[in-house]
């Protein structure tokens, strides 16, 4: 199950928030040993004030959060253009109306083994489809992100290869690369069928800035 969020539900929905602020440590602050900025039991930084959208993967059964993910406009702040332009290996910066950028992806640890049937983890596959339902309906032609070389080969076997932006570098522990992903039905379908996924995933086809002024 997927919920879809922005900053303006701080008060209406402050227990997913705090869940998914809570998730972003463990995963990149204690799991990962990121150089991220902490504020008690939560990992936010200054993009998490530039109102954008979050894609969250509920356990169906528990409604125990599973994953989720941060995506901005790149005409905005991004990570990509403001925090590491070097991956983008001397090309211009991108800021581009139907180019959004996805961001601190992660997913419980806890829950890694919760698969369907050709490994790939549940959450993730629903986080991809989400965005790729969110891009369609918005025009978007690519989705771009800052990622390592070890997920990159796990959005690969997802149904979504995307293509390299520029070279990995390293950066911290970290062989870091940009990514752009083509936002196009052939995608979303690819990924569904690798994760036995049917239908729709969004219960109300909604676009990014309907998301973001909801």
Known sequence: MLKILNSRH?????????????????????????????????????YDDANPIYVLSYDDRTGRLRGSLRLLPTLGPNMLDDTFPILLDGKPAIRDIAMWESSRFCIDPEISLDRSSNQVSIAAAELMCGVGELGLASGLTHIVTVTDVFLERMFRRMGCPGERIGA????????????????????????????????????????????RAA
């Not at 995608?187 to 990014?208: E, F, H, Q, V």
């Open 10 to 46: 701080k008060q209406t929905q402050q227990a997913a928030l705090a869940d998914m602020f809570r998730l972003r440590k463990k995963v990149f602050h204690d799991l990962l040993k990121w150089d991220v900025v902490v504020q008690g039991d939560f990992e936010m930084d200054h």
């Open 168 to 211: 990995p570098h390293k950066i911290g522990s970290v062989h870091a690369v940009a990514i752009a992903w083509e936002i196009d039905t052939g995608m979303l379908d690819a990924m569904k069928n690798i994760a036995a996924i049917t239908g729709r995933l969004l219960d109300t086809p909604m676009s990014l800035e309907q998301a």
